[in-house]
């Protein structure tokens, strides 16, 4: 019969011939196994405890009397995969919730925002609406080939009013035309190299003259540059800021008293690589993170001051443009979306006056992937390099 434990006496320090250990010891030891438990995500039970530190030779403390015999120790198992039936009824037992509980707070909190932000990302719509853009005044660069010309057209059966300019003057003159056929209410342009820092007021001003204020300024113009190791042309790289960053700035600060006046908008077309460094694109992806920067800062600044401003930072993944498709050709495994598609993105976001558009739209869930995980050995594996 057990006696009450006051009457007991001292403990007695166990069975004959037993090493002798202090309870503090004892203590430690079950505690250690009680974390240990913890640590594969269950909750020490008193059973396992007693029965893990029972398992210790000699981990025999003064209350060896209370611990049951050996025979009757068990550490249960818990069965793991599959789940058992009475588990199923249990929520709580799924791996899910069993991972959840053991996370950290802030661990649970960035879980939620992620799905939260993927699941507003897949169900949204942007408000776009093609009626607004008739009569719009847009300024647009780069206008002559590739994804400026595409965004010239679309502009153009909007009903918009049009300055168009790049370096190529017979080449802008042939956009124009297809432009007015396309229902351009007006349309204008200017031959102009970027490289020179005159050009962006000289363009900006004929803008302004030409259809009487400014709604949109589009900022898509972009230097040659190679799809190559770096060579280490500091030159070029100063060359292709001049045209890809400077005379976008210029652009933009010489715009912004007409776009004021007009609640108008910035658009400027960057691309992944100026959100994540990938190989080949040394200086084409600084011009482009310098966009980044500069836009997003300026952003800021014109919500502070209550500007009705808006900047629109456009990111595009590859896209099947001549000159894109020319420069990667045999070296990255990606396929390249439609230039037409990548132009209405473009406008739209714009028009919507969103703060980032991707295209394709799966790109930000690439973006935030990349933050979260960055993986360069994954990226590098979409780029073919042979060795010099
Ligand atoms: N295509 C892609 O895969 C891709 C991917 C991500 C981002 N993007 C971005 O999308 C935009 C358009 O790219 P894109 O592929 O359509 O380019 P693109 O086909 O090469 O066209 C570039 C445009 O810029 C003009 N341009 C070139 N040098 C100039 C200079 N020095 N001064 C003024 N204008 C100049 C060209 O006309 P002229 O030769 O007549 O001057 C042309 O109209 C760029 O901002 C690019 O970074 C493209």
């Known amino acids: 019969m057990a006696a009450p434990r006051a009457a007991l006496g001292p403990a007695p320090r166990g069975p004959p011939g037993a090493p002798h250990v202090t309870g503090r010891e004892s203590g430690t030891s079950a505690s250690a196994v009680a974390m240990a438990a913890?640590?594969?995500?269950?909750?020490?039970?008193?059973?396992?405890?007693?029965?893990?530190?029972?398992?210790?030779?000699?981990a025999v403390g003064a209350d060896w009397e209370r611990r049951p015999p050996q025979h009757q120790v068990s550490v249960p198992q818990r069965p793991r995969s599959p789940l058992q039936p009475e588990q199923l009824q249990d929520p709580a037992s799924f791996p899910f919730c069993r991972t959840w509980r053991m996370m950290r707070p802030y661990g649970k909190a960035l879980c939620a925002a992620g799905s939260l932000a993927a699941l507003l990302a897949f169900f949204w719509t942007d408000t776009f609406q093609p009626g607004s853009l008739s009569g719009a005044r847009v300024l647009l660069t780069g206008a002559s080939a590739g994804i400026g010309e595409q965004m010239a057209y679309?502009?153009?059966?909007f009903g918009a009013e049009i300055v168009l300019t790049a370096r190529r003057e017979a080449v802008l003159q042939k956009v124009m035309e297809?432009?007015?056929?396309?229902?351009?209410?007006?349309?204008?342009?200017?031959?102009a190299d970027m490289s020179s820092?005159?050009?962006?007021?000289?363009?900006?001003?004929?803008?302004?003259?030409?259809?009487?204020?400014?709604?949109?300024?589009v900022l898509n113009h972009i230097g040659v540059s190679p799809f190559q190791m770096w060579s280490g042309d500091v030159e070029h790289t100063r060359w292709l800021m001049q045209v890809n960053f400077f005379s976008y700035v210029a652009l933009a600060t010489a715009a912004l008293p007409a776009l004021e006046k007009s609640g108008g908008s910035v658009v400027v077309v960057s691309s992944l690589t100026g959100k994540v460094p990938t190989p080949f694109t040394t200086s084409y992806s600084a011009?482009?993170?310098?966009l980044d920067g500069f836009f997003s800062s300026l952003r800021h600044e014109l919500t502070m001051q209550n500007s009705n401003v808006s900047i629109t930072l456009c990111i595009l993944g590859l896209i099947d443009t001549d000159t894109a498709l020319e420069k990667t050709r045999g070296k990255v495994h990606i396929s390249p979306s439609p230039a037409p598609e990548a132009a209405l993105a473009i406008i739209r976001g714009g028009a919507a006056r969103l703060h980032e558009v991707f295209y394709?739209?799966?790109?930000?869930h690439v973006h935030g992937l990349?933050?979260?995980?960055?993986s360069p050995r994954v990226l590098q594996s979409f780029y073919n390099y042979s060795g010099p």
């Open 154 to 157: 679309h502009y153009a059966a």
């Open 38 to 58: 913890r640590s594969r995500g269950r909750e020490a039970e008193p059973a396992a405890i007693w029965g893990a530190a029972g398992a210790q030779r000699g």
């Open 287 to 290: 011009t482009k993170f310098a």
């Open 197 to 217: 820092p005159s050009e962006p007021d000289k363009v900006v001003h004929f803008a302004v003259q030409k259809l009487g204020g400014l709604d949109y300024v």
């Open 370 to 374: 990349w933050v979260l995980l960055p």
């Open 360 to 364: 394709p739209r799966w790109l930000w």
């Open 178 to 191: 297809k432009c007015l056929t396309l229902g351009a209410k007006k349309v204008f342009y200017i031959p």
